[in-house]
Each structure stands twice: as structure tokens, then as C-alpha cells.
């Protein structure tokens, strides 16, 4: 039987009728604000690309972290900004870096709150590559030592969770190896798995000084056409040590999150990018588009095609619009 018996409008008729019948719902604690943490003190300085985000100096990171964790959100993700770079991106791993004292500073003052760290190179070289380069190659394996020595100064830091973003091939198995041998067994994995060579980190180049000096990292970052191949990186993760898998960017990848959610048991992370939250912006700013029912909208999204956390720019935000 169909209409007139069956009218599915029934169930759309107010705000309370579809609130009770909603598929998918959204909480802050299943998001995690990305901050960009340089140095000095009282530095709070605008990045001009991506509204209302900003380099803050560590006391303005726990000032931000103490507000983040008051509004219910799940944790933040660190990413430095050294006050110097260098061709072997030695403030990355250094126990004094920039991040490693943010870690700090953010778990002494608020403990609760989970702190994630962004395990890569990029910030922190002088050629802006996520590997060491010989020549204008990015060197896969001379890379892990980096990223292994990185994720241990975080976890001795206090980081609850490290996140190599590298895409470099066996970093995962290189980061397991080394926390467990410096006793951070409990220290969890969250895997950028799959993490495409995309035009929507675009803003985050300014906010995170990480621009390449030559060419691209299309060399180690995943082809934007390949499916298949990010199932593979994700299977391979996950033999290595993975905890956690990230598919990155989101929305452009809704289809790969909805694969990952379908053929792996492990919590699946999707990082709605700077791009995607520059351009809600762009749009509101024009009249365009509605800024809180696009944010809430694209969030929607990206929680229906399966991801359990999302990082993204909106948190503070979002988590607002739900309380």
C-alpha cells in the first residue's frame, strides 16, 4: 500500500516530532578543535583565511583548551609552530619543542580534557616537506625515526593520543615500536590513514607556516581519484598498530568514511578541513549560505557516513549550537 496510507510527512510535521524520529545525532564530545600553538606569550594572532582561528601562544592554548573542555568537546589536536626550522626538523622531537610544552601546559591546567598531537614534519622543516629530503626526493624511511622520536617526546610529554600525519609507509609500525619501547604502551594511534594531496588544505598552510618550498606532496599524499588504495592504507594501519583510522578531507570523502565505518571495527575519524570550513565561511559572508545551518549541516553529513569523532574547526561552534 502506498499514498494516501502511507505519508511519511507525518513524521515531519514539528521540531519535536523530528527530533524524536532522528537518524543521526551529533554531541560534542565527538568532536576535536584542531589549535595552532606558536611562540611567545599573549600572542593571539588571526589567521587571515580561516575566521575566528588564530597562533596562540601557550597561556592563550590553555585559555582556549579550558573553554573547549567547559563546552562539552570531546579534546583538541595540537599542531606547533616553531620559533625556528631547520632541514631535520629537530623541534619536532625536541623534549623543550614548542608542542611538547603545550602538552604540558594544557594537561596540568586542564587534565580532563583529551589531548591529541599532530606527529608530522612539515611545521617544522625548513622546505616544508613532511620527510627528509635528499635532493628534491622525501626520503620514506629515514623519515620514521623522525616521526618515532616525535611521538615519544609527546607522549612523555603527557599527550593522551599522537596522530602521524606524514603519510610516509610504515609509520605506524614505527611509532608502535617506539612507544611500547619507552613504555607508552597505552598511548593509542590515530592514524591519518587516508590522507589525500587535496586543494582544501589550503588555509592551513597560513595558519600552520607549512607552505613546500619546491614542488608538491603529491609524492606521499594519496591520489584524490583512488578508492580502492585507501581501504589498503587503512588495512595496513591497522596491522601496523593502528587505534583509530582518519580519512582526511571530509566532506569531499564521504563515500571513503562510509566504506572505512563498513569494513573496519575501530573508530573511524573524519577531519572536516580547512578548506571546507574556510568556504561555509566565504559563503556566509556573501549572504550566500546560512553560517549555522551549513556548519550543523555539513557536521550532519559527515556523522551519517559513519565517522565517530570529527575534527573540525566548528567545535566550539557547534557545540554552542547543541547545548
Known sequence: MSFPVHRKRRLRVSESMRRLVRETHLEPSQFVLPLFV???????????????????????LVRECEKTHALGVGGVILFGIPESKDDEASEAYADNGITQRAVRAVKQAVPELIVM???C????????????????????DATLDWL????????????????????MDGRVG???KALDAHGFQNTPIFAYAAK?????????????????????????????????????????????????????????????????????DVPIGAY????????????????????????MESLTSIRR???????????????????
Open 196 to 264: 589525500f594531496a587535496s586543494v582544501f588544505y589550503g588555509p592551513f598552510r597560513e595558519a600552520a607556516e607549512s607552505t613546500p618550498q619546491f614542488g608538491d606532496r603529491r609524492s606521499y599524499q594519496m591520489d584524490p581519484a583512488n578508492g580502492r588504495e585507501a581501504m589498503e592504507e587503512m588495512r595496513l594501519d591497522l596491522e601496523e598498530g593502528a587505534d583509530l583510522l582518519m580519512v582526511k578531507p571530509a566532506m569531499p570523502y564521504l563515500d571513503l568514511i562510509r566504506q572505512a565505518r563498513d569494513r573496519f
Open 174 to 176: 614505527a611509532i608502535r
Open 272 to 295: 572536516q578541513v580547512s578548506g571546507e570550513f574556510s568556504m561555509i565561511h566565504a559563503a556566509a559572508r556573501n549572504g550566500w549560505l546560512d553560517l549555522d545551518r551549513a556548519m
Open 38 to 60: 606558536c611562540p611567545g606569550e599573549g600572542v593571539r594572532k588571526p589567521i587571515g583565511t580561516m575566521p575566528g582561528n588564530a597562533q596562540l601562544s601557550i597561556d592563550e
Open 148 to 167: 618515532a622520536k616525535a611521538a615519544v617526546s609527546h607522549a612523555r610529554a603527557g599527550a593522551d593520543m599522537v596522530a602521524p600525519s606524514d603519510m
Open 117 to 119: 598531537t599532530d606527529v
Open 121 to 140: 614534519n612539515c611545521e617544522y622543516t625548513s622546505h616544508g616537506h613532511c620527510g627528509k629530503v635528499f635532493g628534491h626526493e622525501i626520503d620514506n
Open 305 to 323: 557516513a559513519g565517522a565517530d569523532v570529527i575534527l573540525t574547526y566548528f567545535a566550539q561552534d557547534a557545540a554552542r549550537a547543541l547545548a
